[in-house]
Every structure is written in C-alpha cells, then in structure tokens.
C-alpha cells in the first residue's frame, strides 16, 4: 500500500489542489507525494542550542542567547533612526537593533529580565548585533513547547507569492506522515544496516523533516545520501553486468604476427607503463567473448593513438576489420597519416573516409570494407552513414567521444548483428569520483602518465600593465625560431564586443610587430572556410610566427614548433578550456610557456582558476578544482546525465559515502545477481520500483 499510495498526484493531498499542485510541479518538480516526501531541507534552524555571547561566531547561522537588556536606546542615522538596546550574559554584551516598530517595542521591553533572543548576528566595528530578533521572556520560553530544529525547504520566489511559504510545506509534508503513520518501507538489507550502523528507513525520513538533534540528523542525513547513492550505483553496475552477460561479443583469442612484428620492429619508442596497463586491460575485454565497452581517458598528449592502433592489430590478427572515427576532418586526416606513417610497411590496407572525398573515391572505399580488402577505416561523422557497410567490423574506436552524442554512438554499434567491441577516448579528464557516476557502466581505462622527456609547460599569470615585457619575450622566442599562438575569448553575449578586442589586439600586435620582419595569420568564427583554412595553413608551414585567434583553435591544430600560448582576458575562460588551449603548445622538443594574461580586477573563483593553472598541468587535478568550482553539471558531457539529479547526496562533497555505496552495490550485485535472495528483497523491491517510475535507462549511454 505504501509504495501505490505514494504515487498518488500531489493534487489530492489535503491542502493542496488544483492550483497549488500545478505551482508545486513548474517551481520543484513536484508531482506526486513521494515527490513531496523526498523534498528535503536545504539547512535547518537550530533551536536545541543556546550561545553564549563570547561563543558568536562572524557569519554564523541563526542562534539563540539568553541574557537580559541592560540599555536601549535611539540613534539618529542619515534617513530616519533606529532603536539600539544593549543585551547582555554573563560572558559579554552585544546589541539589539531595530529599524521598524521601534515605538511598540521601546513600550514593551522589560529591562534587566531574562530573555530567549533569536536570529542571525552582524559583525561591525568588533561588536555583535542582531537585527529585528525573535523575542521571548525566558519565563514564557521555558514553558512553551519546544521546536527543535526547524527545516528550511527549498523554494523559489513565486512559490512564497503564491503563499506556499515554508511553513505551509512543512505542514503538507506533517499530514503526509500522519497519513502514513510515520511509516516507510524499508529499502535496504538487514544486512547493509548493521554493517553500517544505519538507522531505519522510517527514523531516517522522520529525523530528516523534523530532527530532535545534530546528531540524530547527521545520521538521517548519512543514511538518505547513502541510500540514494547505493541505488545509482546498483543501476550502473546491474547494468554493465547485463551488458556482459546478454552482450556477446567476438572473441579476439589470439595476440598475432602484426601485433608481434609491429611491437618488437616498428613502435618508434618504449611504451609507457600506463599504456602497457591500458593495453592488457583491452586485451583482457577482447578475449573474454563479451562486447567491450570501454572508455579511456588521457590527458592531452598522453599517448591514445598507439594504443588505439595496436588494439585495431588485435582486431586484424583476428580476422576482423577495425575503424577510429574523430569529430573533425584534420584530426581524422592526422591520424591517418600518422597510423599509415606507423604500419604502411606491414601490409594493412588503411582508407580515410570524411565529407569531402570524392563520389568515385568513396565507391571505392564502400567496395573494399564490403569485400574486407580494408583492414582500416579512418574519418569524421561520414562513417556512420548508412552506405557505410563492413564485412566484419570487430572494433570500433572513438576518438574525443564528449563531441560525439551518445545516439551516434550507439550507430556504430548496431552495423553488425553482433555488435563490435567498443573504445571510446577522451582527452578531457573527467574527475574519478564523477567518471563512476556518470560512466559506471562503462569500463574505465586511464592513462595517467606522460611520455618520457617532455618538458613540462611553464605558465605564468602576467597582468595587462606589463604588456610590454610580454612582447619583448615573445620578439625573443621568435628570434629563437618559434611561433607563438594569441587567443582571445569569445562568448556568445558580447559577441560584437569581444570581435573588438579581437581586432584590436591584432592591430595592436601589428603594430609592434611590424611587416615584413613578422608576419602574422588572424583566424576567427566569422570568417569564410576557405579563408581560415589559408591562414591556419600558413602558420602550420611556418609563413606566419604569430597566430592571433579566437578559441576555433581549441581543437585539432598541431603545430609542434609553436612554442608559446598567450591567453588574453584569461579570467573569462573556464578551467577546462584554458586546459585545453594550453595543450596547443608543448607539443616539440623546446621548453614552452602559457601566458595568461588579465586585468586587475578578478574575481575570487578566477584567481582560483588562474592560480590552478600556474600550479598544475594535471588535467585530472584541473578537473577536479574545475568541478569544486562549478558542481557537476557543467562538466562536459555531464549534461545528458540524469544520473546526477540527487537529491540529497553531492557527489563533490559526499564523496566517500559514494564509494562505500558503490562498494557495497557492487557486493550485493555479485553475491545475488538477479536480487532473487530473500536477504534482498527490500533492495529487489525497491529497485524494482525506481526503474518503473524514473524511466532511468534513458539517461545510461
Ligand atoms: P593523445 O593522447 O593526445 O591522442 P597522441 O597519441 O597524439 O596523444 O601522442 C602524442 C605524441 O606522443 C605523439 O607524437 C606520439 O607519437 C608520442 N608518443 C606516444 N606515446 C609515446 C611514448 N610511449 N614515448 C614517446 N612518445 C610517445
Ligand atoms: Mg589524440
């Protein structure tokens, strides 16, 4: 009855109807009672606690003192006056203000009696005050009944307009459990509750909306968060354990000759340890006759391109043809020339396919991946076209999936009856802790180590006012043979604005750095195709040393002898782009450098970022500043997750709590499977539940 009951339309709760229902859905999302019920406070009020006056702290929440008024009265200010009483214990003395309704106050305030004062304290010239409290004389308090802590819900302006104040949600919420005798199923094992010491499903939801102390909300609070973070771990994890068992995949048995001779002949270095470990962690999903699904992340730099091509061998030595599709025609173009340059001599047949071959060309191409005289297919988006058919594509390899949607993905997947193993690479870090909630049910892959002997980038934060200094090292860098990038930022509402600075800064550099000595490319949104790629194209070969641009260089340039990047307004960009953007240099043998360059004024969190960035050039530890800074829903590719929808725990700062949830999802999931012990019949149920109501597989790539 409890779980039917709980789905009922919020309309029909007493106290709300028609009106009140519809405000409740477009301001909180609100629909049914369970809607209502799992709307938890933000804060709560603290009345269990009485301050001392020497016990205040600056900025402390609402609190309660008890102590007598010794003194009050009028001050004269610029517009009107306003009645100061000074309030006293045994410990100091503070002051009590008010601005309005001082007459009837001034006529009711007994001095030199205990009072219970309350609310929130200012700091000014070393003195506490307190504006407009709640008063009551200490007499009275003692014999009232006691509220403990009061919850704050959220709200919005229009729900308090409406007369749905905190008060009115509270009451709804106080009928909801009277209906339900205080009483919810329970939704964990008996198991997990003694192992963590959880209090009930029921205590928890009574504690959490009308808690009698700290420490029975910290417990409501551990147990809820817990709750809902085991729940989309188990989703993750059941999930990627079905995959494994439904998903058949081909079975790579063999490590062949193209493997062997290309690994003991023709790599051009040793491999790094992370890519060893990545590449027997590929190698492992592909012999173990299910489909891969893996995703591997590594910084800019790192090193994913080998890894892909030898996991494509693996394919080949197998039988099986392999494709890489990347978001951009150059990166595709660059990594066929790279992957042609590495294996040419081994006898792979390797074709580019992208939007701009020729009609004759593509015909071609479609024969050969029919007839499997293509070992190789490399390109852009032109590869999920339907005319695109394989003879037997055992693996399929993604570059920089973020730019990638997950329908586009899953196209890939289905040219075959059997669907092909999976790699998906990124370059944007996406921090741990957010890579098991929103990715959980792919299998990560992390290469966590640069290549050796590069030199890590020097960047400095350089203010405008020394402007100068930075064009005498930039003449110094150029006279040394290098090429410099300048990017400006350009953001959507000040477009007009920021093409100025754009222009200006060209005309600027022009002029110190004056025809025919240097020569400079300028490359931005607004120009024609053909044109932007003229002018990439001469800095590429070396024609220009400078490069003044918005961010379109952001992806795909690669210019290894471009040794300095200079990001100008740097405070306008977000961490993960100026990561991005640095990763343009440091590409060469030569020691690079990233200038970022701002005004004076900058904002606390900017000078977070551009402090991060001087520090680091970790793009995991960027990641996880940048997710600090901003929570998780701008993060990259974050956007599409319904996963993240909590509501309660934070997956920044809950974090432990999400991996003991996970460790203990991934227990249950093992030990019973398909949730058929009785020992798990609270979580079957439960889960049962979620997945009928929230529709969540559409959120899982
Ligand atoms: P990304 O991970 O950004 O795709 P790439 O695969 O393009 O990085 O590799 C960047 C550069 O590092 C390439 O020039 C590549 O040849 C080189 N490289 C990759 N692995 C190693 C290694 N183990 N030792 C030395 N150089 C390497
Ligand atoms: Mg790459």
Not at 464 to 480: C, G, H, S, T, Y
């Amino acid at each position: 009855m409890n779980a039917n009951y709980l789905q009922t339309p919020i309309a029909y709760l007493k106290g709300v109807g028609p009106n009140r229902a519809d405000s409740l859905k477009t301001e909180l999302g609100i629909h049914t009672y369970q809607d209502l019920i799992q709307l938890f406070p933000n804060r709560y009020i603290d009345k269990t606690q009485y301050y001392k006056i020497n016990q205040l702290q600056r900025n402390s929440a609402d609190v309660q003192i008890i102590g007598k008024i010794i003194h009050i009265k009028t001050v004269e200010q610029q517009k009107g006056k306003r009645l100061v009483a000074t309030f006293m214990d045994d410990t100091g003395k503070m002051e009590l203000v008010w601005f309005r309704g001082q007459k009837w106050i001034r006529e009711n305030l007994q001095l030199n009696t205990p009072y219970v004062v309350f609310g929130k304290t200012n700091f000014y010239n070393q003195n506490f005050s307190m504006p407009h409290p709640e008063m009551e004389l200490l007499s009275e308090h003692e014999q009232g009944l006691k509220v403990m802590m009061q919850p704050v819900y959220p709200s919005t302006e229009k729900l308090s307009n409406k007369g749905i104040s905190n008060r009115v949600i509270s009451k709804l919420i106080q009928q909801l459990f009277s209906d339900l005798k205080g009483i919810f199923s329970e939704a964990l094992s008996p198991a997990i509750i003694d192992d963590l010491k959880l209090i009930s499903k029921s205590e928890a939801m009574f504690a959490i909306h009308f808690p009698q102390s700290q420490l029975v909300l910290a417990k409501a609070q551990f147990r809820l968060k817990f709750e809902e973070l085991f729940y989309v771990q188990l989703q993750l994890i059941a999930k990627n354990m079905l995959h494994k068992q439904r998903i058949k995949g081909f079975n790579f048995d063999k490590v062949g000759t193209l493997f062997n001779e290309f690994y003991t002949q023709h790599l051009p270095f040793e491999l790094t340890n992370a890519q060893k470990r990545v590449l027997k962690e590929i190698r492992a999903d592909l012999g173990s006759n299910a489909q891969m699904n893996r995703l591997l992340q590594g910084d800019v730099g790192s090193g994913k391109t080998i890894v892909a091509l030898m996991s494509m061998l693996l394919a080949i030595d197998n039988g099986f043809q392999a494709c890489l599709m990347a978001p951009t025609e150059i990166l595709a173009q660059q990594h066929f020339v790279g992957i042609e340059a590495l294996v040419g001599s081994l006898g792979i047949h390797i074709a580019l396919l992208t939007g701009s071959v020729k009609k004759s060309a593509r015909k071609l191409i479609h024969e050969q991946l029919e007839n499997g005289e293509l070992h190789i297919l490399i390109g852009t988006h032109a590869l999920l076209e339907d005319k695109v058919q394989y003879k037997n594509l055992g693996l399929a390899i993604v570059d920089e999936q973020h730019r990638f949607g997950v329908a586009q993905r899953s196209k890939l997947w289905h040219k075959n009856d059997i669907p092909p193993h999976v790699l998906v690479m990124t370059a944007t870090p996406i921090p741990r802790t957010l890579a098991m909630s929103l990715y959980g049910d792919l299998d990560i892959s992390v290469i966590d180590e640069l290549p050796p002997g590069r030199k890590p980038i020097k960047t400095v934060h350089r203010y405008d006012a020394n402007r100068l200094k930075v064009f005498q090292f930039i003449r110094e860098e150029i006279k040394k043979g290098r090429q410099i990038y300048v990017v400006y930022p350009l953001i959507q509402e000040s477009e007009v604005l920021d093409y100025k600075d754009l222009m200006d800064g060209y005309e600027s550099i022009a002029r110190d750095f004056p025809m025919p000595e240097y020569q400079i490319s300028i490359v931005h949104g607004q120009m024609k195709p053909v044109d932007k790629e003229f002018e990439m194209q001469r800095f590429v070969k070396g024609e220009t040393q400078i490069m003044v641009a918005t961010t379109v260089i952001e992806v795909g340039v690669n210019v290894p002898n471009a040794s300095v990047m200079i990001i100008e307004s740097a405070e306008r960009f977000g961490l993960s782009q100026l990561h991005q953007l640095r990763g343009r240099v440091g590409r060469g043998a030569d020691q690079s450098f990233c200038i970022l360059m701002t005004s004076h004024k900058l904002s606390t969190e900017a000078k977070t970022r551009l402090n991060t960035m001087v520090r680091t050039n970790d793009g995991f530890d960027i990641a996880e500043v940048d997710l600090k800074l901003r929570g998780p829903g701008d993060l990259m590719g974050t956007q599409q997750s319904g996963m993240l929808n909590l509501k309660i725990a934070d997956i920044v700062k809950d974090n432990d709590i999400l991996k003991t949830a996970r460790f203990y999802a991934l227990q249950v999931l093992k030990d019973d499977p398909s949730l058929r012990k009785e020992e798990n019949s609270a979580i079957r149920t439960t889960y049962a539940q979620l997945v009928k109501h929230k529709n969540i597989w559409k959120y899982i790539s």
